[in-house]
């Protein structure tokens, strides 16, 4: 059942000019918003810290529509793995709040795509899902799925997260040396990372085999992610042809930003049998 009691003080649900609704949190120890329709969350700003997500300047965040920037969830499919939407229907279907906690370090909120957008969407499929947020001194993301089915479903998805950086051509992505990746942009080829990841053009990357920390260092900043149930993450950034060419999202946009997402994706896709759970994870923080 949805959450229908009296929100805590810090979070409020609140519409933009357009009528998209987002859980507006405000708690001394973080700011945050998180739109219903997605369970996308758009802003993270710990106290004391700059913003932990990358959020386009440019969307106007309409409903109906996937937004750019934040996190958005990619489920339960990836990228165009499946015929359907791009990244499946998780992204602009209506989820509905279940819990709030709030303690003096952090808010909880449990969210779920309604039993009923799922059937409707994939009639010949069997799942249950919800993701919960932590928000605090680090953000905690975990996607949690449960086959309901008889017959074994597969599963690839993302938290498709877009990260913020001073200038992308001054920034460089640690703990990846020795892993082999899929590069998209070569046909799928398999090639081994021999040193840090650094940006010259655009990259678009599925690393496989791979559960350690990432991290992202841009000036005097450095993210942390770490991931759990993931096997694979996925590197992009379009570069400033491909940008010009994707909805809301500035032109000079890639200089900005670096997606680092934790995924099931490429070989790391799953098969869930019935009664299977799956929990896909990631923490970003600066914690490094």
Not at 17 to 23: A, H, M, S, T, V
Not at 87 to 100: N, P, Y
Not at 265 to 283: E, K, M, Q
């Amino acid at each position: 059942m949805p959450h229908t009691g009296i929100l805590p003080p810090e979070v409020r649900l609140i519409s933009n000019e357009y009528g998209r609704q987002f859980l507006d949190i405000k708690h001394p120890a973080v700011r945050a918003r998180i739109a219903l329709q997605g369970a996308h969350i758009i802003d993270c700003v710990p106290a004391g810290q700059p913003p932990l997500l990358w959020m386009s300047p440019t969307d106007p965040c309409r409903p109906g529509t996937a937004l750019r920037g934040g996190v958005p969830i990619c489920w339960p499919w990836f990228a165009d793995e499946r015929s359907g939407p791009a990244h499946g229907i998780a992204r602009t279907s209506d989820w509905q709040l279940q819990e709030v906690q709030v303690d003096n370090a952090s808010v909880r909120l449990l969210l779920s795509l309604p039993q009923e957008d799922i059937v409707r969407q994939l009639p010949n499929e069997n799942w249950a899902v919800e993701v919960e947020f932590v928000l605090g001194a680090e953000l905690k993301i975990a996607l949690t799925t449960t086959h309901t089915g008889t017959a074994p479903q597969p599963l690839s998805q993302a938290l498709h997260s877009y990260l913020p950086v001073a200038d992308i051509e001054d920034a460089d992505i640690t703990g990846l040396l020795g892993c082999a990746y899929i590069d998209k942009l070569q046909e799928g080829a398999t090639v081994i990372q021999q040193s840090a990841l650094r940006f010259e053009g655009e990259v678009d990357r599925i690393y496989f085999n791979h559960g350690a920390d990432v991290r992202l260092c841009a000036g005097d900043d450095a993210l942390c992610v770490h991931r759990e149930g993931s096997e694979s993450v996925v590197i992009w950034n379009p570069w400033r042809e491909k940008a010009s060419r994707l909805s809301q999202f500035p032109v000079d946009g890639h200089r900005t930003m670096v997606c680092i997402e934790a995924a099931n994706a490429g070989p790391d896709g799953r098969i869930l049998g019935p009664g299977d759970r799956h929990t896909l994870s990631t923490v970003i923080s600066r914690s490094c």
